[in-house]
């Protein structure tokens, strides 16, 4: 089946880190940029990260920005996103998109079901 699978959620006190991993099955990722998504409770859904395929570029939230770090295997079909100094407010469901139409893009190809990140004392 065609699906992305998130990896690497769990619970971390402040200054931690965490690694998520987003797996394509049945499908390639040569043709789709990798964004990665949060959601904390009683917020929207906000952008967190993307890579290109096309050339590799990577993009961050100011938010994030110096903490977080977005790689590709693109021979695994899969994407990484290490989380460094982790802060409180990174408490969210953390999900990974694919889309076809590059890094910016709003059209969303696939989602994946998401990943639980916690960050308390």
């Known amino acids: 089946q065609v699906q992305l699978v998130e990896s690497g959620g769990g619970s971390v006190q402040p200054g931690g880190s965490l690694r998520l991993s987003c797996a394509a099955s049945?499908?390639?990722?040569?043709?789709?940029?990798i964004a990665w998504f949060r959601q904390a409770p009683g917020k929207e859904r906000e952008g967190v990260s993307c890579?290109?395929?096309?050339?590799?570029?990577?993009y961050y939230a100011d938010s994030v920005k110096g903490r977080f770090t977005i790689s590709s295997d693109y021979v695994k079909d899969t994407v990484y996103m290490r989380m460094n100094s982790l802060k409180p407010e990174d408490t969210a469901v953390y999900y990974c998109?694919?889309?076809?139409?590059?890094?910016?893009?709003?059209?969303?190809?696939?989602w994946g079901q998401g990943t639980q990140v916690t960050v308390s004392s």
């Open positions: 890579i290109s395929s096309s050339d590799g570029s990577t």
């Open positions: 049945g499908f390639t990722l040569d043709y789709y940029a």
């Open positions: 998109a694919a889309t076809a139409e590059g890094c910016g893009s709003y059209s969303i190809d696939y």
